[in-house]
């Protein structure tokens, strides 16, 4: 069994003292080892719901990152400045890239730090485009093949020229629970059927639960029923929905698959 805290994303729960703020980091516990999936926007915000969910920053094994948005790295300085160990950070090698936006205004929307900033504050970074078991039962998805609708926002900086993101270094955590899966997504730029299908072939196992940010914020209704007619139809039992997913996104999930519940800070998921 993996138990899964939710230390960061934009809603809060009932608890006093979390903060809710736009962005996504989830605590997984399974197999004797805490992996943290993503880091928030922002350092103090998480530092500060890690302490009131009695996460000492020290007993983090590893960092995983799913891509280089802002929303899902800010909070990596501060995390590392609170740890008195370095800490093994598993990545796409995209995740540096330059990236911004343009709507509704230009502005920078990666990774806000340097590779080489993270480095000397004790981040120690494994970055591949495959997919591979870094820890007993936590497998990086690897890059993921785009067979259907992704969700690819924003634009990159190369050679001084605005080219579309097609964010390549979109990747999911994969936990493996025996005799099926917890896959655990933190934007799902890459479309999340594409997700749920890469996780099952790679393995050979159903996935119990799909958990985290769906980016179907905006999607239109045909996409919606496509997503959960997809995700029937590839077996995925649960659904637990959060950050860009969208609230009336979120809403037509939930009138339409048996097992879906939305994510807060402080909530706690077991498979």
């Known amino acids: 069994m993996a138990a899964i805290t939710i230390l960061f994303e934009n809603h809060a729960g009932w608890r006093k003292g979390l903060i ?118 936590f497998i990086s998805s690897g890059e993921i093949e785009r067979r259907t609708w992704d969700r690819a926002v924003g634009y990159l900086v190369e050679d001084g020229k605005e080219v579309k993101d097609p964010v390549k270094d979109d990747i999911a955590l994969i936990l493996d629970l025996g005799d099926s899966l917890a896959v655990i997504t933190g934007c799902g730029h890459s479309g999340i059927l594409n997700i749920a299908r890469h996780a099952i072939e790679i393995t050979g196992k159903p996935i119990k639960a799909l958990i985290g940010g769906f980016h179907l914020r905006g999607a239109p209704e045909h996409l919606l029923k496509d997503a959960v007619d997809g995700l029937k139809e590839l077996g995925v039992e649960c659904l637990y929905a959060g950050h860009c997913t969208g609230i009336y996104e979120y809403a037509y999930l939930k009138g339409h698959f048996e097992l879906a519940e939305p994510l807060f800070v402080g909530k706690e998921i077991k498979v």
């Not at 020290?58 to 995390?79: N, Q, R, V």
């Not at 950070?89 to 890239?97: D, M, N, S």
Request: overall charge negative; cysteine-free; glycine content about 12%.
């Open 20 to 137: 809710g703020y736009h962005g996504f980091s989830a605590l997984i516990e399974h197999n004797g080892q805490r992996v943290l999936v993503d880091a928030g926007t922002d350092g103090r915000v998480l530092l500060n719901n890690m302490d009131q969910l009695g996460v000492d920053p020290d007993s983090i094994d590893a960092l995983f990152i799913t891509h280089g948005h802002y929303d899902h790295t800010g909070g990596m300085a501060e995390l590392l400045k609170a740890r008195s160990e370095p800490l093994d950070v598993y990545a796409h090698p995209g995740i540096f890239a330059r990236r911004i936006a343009l709507k509704p205004r230009r502005r920078e929307i990666g990774i806000p730090f340097r590779k080489e900033e993270l480095e000397s504050l004790g981040a120690v970074f494994h970055l591949s485009e495959k997919p591979f078991e870094f820890l007993p039962g």
